[in-house]
């Protein structure tokens, strides 16, 4: 008899779930979809391939052991669908929601679609106490398919857009998506202006500027490499925003933790909204299917009337 699948973001909640579902195989999925490529038109082999240089690129590891990493992920997940035993373990939050939709759409295309999967929402706290499940059908992965194209497309406007039926916490992880595009205001995403702004409130080492911009999150789902891989971003370029001289890798050093972080003049009047990200350094960055460039790049996020905008 097939063991069952349980299918999960990464690595921290393999052994709980192993001790909660003994029965079965635990897949960390272990892909940060917020970051990088994700274009359409690509078949899933060239996707994984895509991904894994990109992750190689930015200091996640080696390409050769992440790509057999990624070639046996998709085969467990095959082989799960083929026995029609999988249950998918996920949070709320934006890192998670891309995952989930990424796995369903893959099923959707390998289990009939009488098949039913089950949907474990994981809690923040972790996997004490209750647990909300609910049966994952055809209408549900139809969704995700929806969602995966839109994600992938080259048009943000289609995120804010997508029926989310069956999928209970998507379009909240879509709203914070479309919000990493750069501003009107002063063309940060997001997460680059939490980081700024944690730098300006005093926190001036890499451990504690992570712990200050998460705390700005209404839905923590940015991991520690990622936020740094963008405040030494944000230290580039014609006019550097911080000072961040070290740039992190896989293995942190003690040279990266020791660090200190320093606002410039111009991250200062950025911040302020007197002067534009984007216009001084330009941007080259995916979302999804999104590819910004240039100092005048396509889309942006409007907030003052929370919709994506599109450069004339």
Known sequence: MAQKLHVTNGDALVPAIERAAPDGVVLPWRDVLHEGPVPARLSEAELRTERVLFLARAGWGDGVMLLDAFERRDRTLAAGAAAGEV???????LFDQLQLMQVLAMLSSRVADDVEQRLVRVPRTGLNGHLDEHGIGAAERQAARRAWAAFRSSDPRLLPAVDATGLPDLAAAFARLVEEL??????????ERQALQAVADGNDNPLDVF??????????????HWLWVALHRLG?????????????TAEISIEFVEQRYRLTDQGAEVLAGRADHARLNGVDRWLGGVHLTGTEPRWRWDPSVKAVARAN
């Open 87 to 93: 249950s998918l373990w996920f949070e709320d939050d």
């Open 211 to 224: 712990r200050a911009s998460q705390a700005m999150e209404e839905r923590p789902f940015l991991g520690d």
């Open 236 to 248: 580039s370029g014609p006019a550097p925003l911080v000072d961040a001289p070290v740039a992190p």
């Open 182 to 191: 750069p501003w009107t205001t002063d063309g940060l995403a997001r997460s």
